[in-house]
């Protein structure tokens, strides 16, 4: 079994920056696409970005593209997603999640594991 744990949301002002982290335990995730989702007061979960088994592709939805980045760092086994520039509407709760095939997706139904989520709100 995978357990994924997200940290790094909080409180800040447009305009700042945050780093998350995804820890996994349970099993190394070397060989497992990654992706962050996101999901905000009333709306529906939402696709924010993926990277590949290798770290060597990424796709980002088109609202972050240029201010976020996701990274990995495969012998931390742990995923990142650098968000600067950040705007009121990224006000969400973040999700990571993790999926079997190596392949990117923007697919929510195609990850098999996710984290519990963690809180991130960009108000002045």
């Known amino acids: 079994q995978v357990q994924l744990v997200e940290s790094g949301g909080g409180l800040v002002q447009p305009g700042d920056s945050l780093r998350l982290s995804c820890a996994a335990a349970?099993?190394?995730?070397?060989?497992?696409?990654m992706g962050w989702f996101r999901q905000a007061p009333g709306k529906e979960r939402e696709f924010v970005a993926t990277?590949?088994?290798?770290?060597?592709?990424?796709y980002y939805v088109d609202t972050v593209k240029g201010r976020f980045t996701i990274s990995r760092d495969k012998a931390k086994n742990t995923l990142y997603l650098q968000m600067n520039s950040l705007k009121p509407e990224d006000t969400a709760v973040y999700y990571c999640?993790?999926?079997?095939?190596?392949?990117?997706?923007?697919?929510?139904?195609?990850?098999?594991?996710w984290g519990q989520g963690t809180q991130v709100t960009v108000s002045s």
């Open positions: 999640a993790a999926r079997r095939s190596g392949i990117l997706s923007m697919n929510e139904y195609e990850y098999d594991y």
């Open positions: 349970g099993r190394t995730l070397s060989n497992y696409a």
């Open positions: 990277i590949n088994w290798t770290g060597g592709s990424t």
